[in-house]
């Protein structure tokens, strides 16, 4: 059986998992990883049972290899991106494609031109919740989507030298709200209007908000508002609610155990799973795996560099709403 | 309007209640109640409005009196029954009727004898989460019924005195939960085999059980299971669950609010309603109502003196079986 | 025992509930109705037991009524606080206070003046699932509160009749969130930027907004939102979401049971109970006793006529960030 | 690094899974796998990548393998673990061991004289959920356990050429739930009684019963009940309560997806995942790679053959008593 050959830049924490994940798909062969850390990933080495290597260049010689993971830092994205389009290799590359749309049109051109496939990582479509409502809407169960809710709260706040990276909230965690928006919605986010503040940790004040309410207004008449704060103590909240005009479709979030415990205090469940890494295993899995059945069957990807760039640019629009405090028009792609 | 004068024998806390919602009735007249401690009643009768008088004798001889409350201590009902029948006075009597089926009997049959209507009093069948599970039953949503179950625990163990005096848990508790099975069956208990001992209080080993799982065949093939426990710290627990060839439907306890709390610890609600006065409230003014109007509308009553001799008789048999170790018929009426 | 003379302005659905629920105080005396409709209001006369009268002024000028509840239509409230301020009487008054500002604060200056207690008919203060969540907050249980989330949303919408003479959705219907939101949290609400349009019926587009996303600053530094309906095909939504830095307290909504039916097509319960007379039903009844009492003890009311003015404001800034699709600082009283 | 050579008989159903898990083991090295039907297995001997040998002789003969895993059919277990105990290997049994109580402690015996370790295939224990429920009970926030209660229906009912193979309801089905009682409490179960019919399908009554309720006394004071059905339409339900003198601990279904949908006629969640398959995936996984620890451990197997014995003879005792219509005693291990 042919299998699919597979090269992953970078093999820091998402670039493990992915290729945990792929070295169980019988159809993949991950043929390469490059890494500039590679003597420092001997462990990981001895479980995927290959050779880190060092040099990128090595994956876009490879006439063998027909697709790859993108898993580096993200000021790295866009030219891996070219590259690997240049080199005619189909492109997963990790969310964000970049913090500039600038830069991350030159890479969409460079696909275009290339006419390779791309996916954006936004493993959370894949997830069997969200997907189970993304269903519903499209089955017609909630009728015409009229508000759209998005709650989504990290467990515990990031380290400041992350914040300072990150791109800032609406790039580095709203993204994955935005896309989500966008998924269950089938609609574009034309304007957003953002009421935040830098509440969880006032010490960010002046380089990030951490707690946020995000206004949307959608391109088929739709409103809608993410919930994002950077800390939740009882843990990773990921709740989505889809009003329309039959009804109502919730994402509840996933917990340790299905257990109830009564006692004098009430009733108790546990709380939810602690972070995306236990959250969305298995939408991890699926991700990568839809990635490679599209290479395969040569059809187009779940997810697009269109989906990647609506949601970088829903992001940027937020950070001006919140400089300028007024409402701010998205940009759509020409 | 015409006005139905009713006589209320008893004016202890459940005469109390009784008084107190059919006060708020505006078909229903009031007329008299007797209490032999009368003269310790000043609040009550200052808060209802009406003269406690303590010749029981006054009721029976008013002919504008109609109805009558029994709500007396278990072992005068017989006595109350026997003469309100012979004086053409409908009843609504508390349950049990009696601890001895025989006594139950005598009372049944001067009531046959005299045409009076007659409602015993399980407040529970008014409740509207078993209202409903019945309704479903009997709307056939659940199909043919095969397996009940019905969950019933209060929140602390009566005193040793209560135990003594109260007819046993059989008699006492679980007599509720057997017309419960009986009423969301619409069958009756054939056979019950009891699996009981005295856990909560050992001291009471000799005189009752406070634990028991009691099993049912009922007389169009399903089986059921009652489970009761004289104590639950969290709380009075009231739950069923109706299993049949379409479905099941449970009835969930009713909490002091429907409110969710997350925090560390997981997510919490509050616990159940505190006990029968707290969560049957509604239904104890549903049931005196509904004798009320059953009286005034000329029509049977929803729950029948045969209803509450074949509680009894499962109470009895369940008696029998802890006894016996063995599985009891229960004994139908002719 | 002495009791409090109360007299009631409107025996329309409110002024009706009302009466009756004061009927049961046994410290309240309804001395006056008034209405001028009182021709048409024979059976409510019958079951209330008390003459409708036609004149207002009959409560005015009757010196025994230290009290008055004002059930008129909103356009009639000023007038009626005013001269039952002149003439000494406490009021509780049916929200809103007007549809103005300099109306409403003709009302509250001559309140003042007269010393006489106020208060406005907020009854979903007193519902036990809103204040248990309050209570939590109180306490500590969430901390510092830094994102707060109230959901309201009717069954079905109002007619076009009805939508022009309410004064918009704002000033009818999400005034009781506003409400919500200030009581919850303990805080003033200092700016709204609305995302609003007419989703459910477009055709009131030109008078009215029907779905909205109501954006909320606090003084104390938190942030929220409140998600507005005029229609839910699942029934009366009220729920809200008060989250901060040790957890979250959400209210759920009370439903016709609580039942749990499984089938071949998943689990289900039953729909929220159907609306505000369904759901509040206690609420009303704890609104008014609880105004009664503070008369009676001589105390402050619960809910004062700063409150009232306040929600107003917030109403009145959401109409105004509508029309300039800007965020509005709130005004606050002197 | 040392791997654990493991040889497996039997590469049906669930020879396959427990393959597959294990292949995923880095500490595992599956050398042999055996089943007479070698031929028809060309799938898996792919998938699996070790080609499937007839003989069993090979694996007895196989020095280096250490751990054997038994999943051939039940009336050839005593057979294969006697062989397995005399050359010296580790063994995992599917359960039951056998049907029959003499057969078993032959081979109980032979696996005692060897000194190998062996653990019987009861994969719930390892559910999350229940292992759960486990932790609260062993750390004791349910205080001293005094009814437990465990619920399992299969989502439908098998055919009768199952049926007759299958040993009956109790040594097929409730077993499970037999030693989930056990594993639970830490207790024996000292005697049972039966309550129970063909319920579901009346063409098996003079063979086997699909509906029951089966009751427990325990070694320790606790009394529990099991209830059993064949077919449940909402599907496949694996519930338990564990009530104690602290409060009540309970397991609830995992849902296809933590999704709530509402529309006019309720509230509606998915049903619970389908079969054993989908609902404990997980539970085998940890299942044989516990199992695979122990021996690479040299520690005591977490499920013992003690468990195995006396899960077989509660479903023993079970079945006497359907017969004699009488509780009856379990017989413990000498």
């Known amino acids: 059986m ?37 003597d420092k990933l001997g462990e990981f080495e001895k479980q995927i049972g290959i050779k880190i290597e060092t040099d990128p260049q090595v994956i ?10 993108i898993c580096t830092p993200t000021d790295t994205h866009v030219d891996y991106i070219i590259k690997s389009a240049k080199a005619g290799k189909h492109i997963f590359c990790e969310k964000p494609v970049s913090l500039s749309d600038e830069e991350s049109m030159r890479a969409y051109k460079a696909v275009k031109e290339a006419g390779v496939k791309f996916q954006i990582g936004v493993n959370r479509r894949y997830d069997r919740n969200f997907a189970y409502v993304k269903k ?7 009728g015409k989507l009229e508000l759209l809710r998005v709650d989504s709260r990290d467990p515990e706040p990031p380290s400041l030298d992350y914040v300072k990276s990150s791109g800032g909230l609406f790039m580095d965690m709203m993204i994955h709200d935005f896309d989500m928006a966008r998924y269950i919605s089938n609609q574009e986010i034309t304007e957003v209007y953002v009421n935040a503040d830098a509440i969880v940790n006032k010490d960010i004040k002046d380089i990030d908000v951490d707690t946020a309410i995000v206004n949307l207004k959608f391109s088929d008449g739709a409103i809608g508002v993410i919930l994002n704060s950077r800390r939740a103590e009882y843990g990773y909240d990921q709740r989505l609610e889809a009003f329309g005009s039959k009804g109502t479709a919730m994402v509840e979030n996933d917990l340790d155990a299905n257990v109830i415990y009564a006692d004098k205090d009430g009733y108790h469940t546990p709380n939810p799973q602690y972070f995306f890494l236990e959250r969305y295993t298995q939408s991890y899995i699926d ?40 409402p701010v028009k998205v940009r759509m792609i020409d």
Not at 11 to 28: E, F, T, Y
Not at 136 to 142: I, N, P, Q, S, T
Not at 290 to 316: G, K, N, W
Request: aromatic residues 6%; proline residues 2%.
């Open 287 to 326: 991700e990568v795996n839809d990635f490679a059945q599209a290479v395969f069957e040569d059809r187009q990807t779940s997810v697009t560099f269109d989906d990647a760039i609506m949601a970088q640019r829903c992001a940027i629009a937020a950070k001006e709403s919140l400089d300028t405090k007024k």
């Open 2 to 38: 042919k299998k699919l050959n597979v090269g992953i830049f970078g093999a820091g924490r998402i670039g493990q998992i992915h290729a945990n994940n792929l070295s169980r798909n019988p159809i993949i062969n991950i043929k390469r990883i490059v890494d500039p850390m590679a």
């Open 60 to 69: 876009f010689d490879d006439e063998e290899i027909e697709a790859v993971l």
């Open 136 to 142: 519903m809407v499209d089955e017609g169960k909630v």
